[in-house]
């Protein structure tokens, strides 16, 4: 059986804040530690039912790039729960969730 490893690290400053965070895995193609700003980790709980999180960025990821991450991810998750569960009602209403939201992160910008 193959195994395969994911790895993050995360260097703190004194206040214990994110200042960079890196992740490695088995299988990158790159075979090295990569930078990343953000990080979105959900672990299913069996037991209690429930979503386990853990999400840590960066001090110096910009607001409306971590607000583009999260759409990102939002429509990621629409994507596989289409392909694993086949429900295109949640799909689709995530996938609508997705493009409301941006449209208000782009009308913000451009009030900037």
Not at 11 to 31: Q, R, V, Y
Not at 88 to 100: F, I, T
């Amino acid at each position: 059986m193959k195994k395969s490893e994911i790895n993050f690290s995360i260097e703190l400053d004194a206040n214990n804040i994110p200042e960079k965070i890196f992740w490695e895995a088995t299988d990158n193609p790159n075979g090295r530690k990569e930078e990343t700003k953000a990080i979105a980790l959900a672990i299913w709980d069996q037991e209690q039912h429930a979503s386990l999180r853990m999400d840590l960025w960066a001090k110096d990821m910009p607001v409306d790039d971590m607000k583009l991450f999260y759409l990102e991810t939002i429509g990621g998750m629409a994507d596989s729960l289409l392909t694993s569960t086949g429900d295109e009602v949640m799909a689709n209403g995530m996938k609508e969730l997705v493009k409301k939201l941006l449209k208000h992160l782009e009308e913000n910008q451009k009030g900037k």
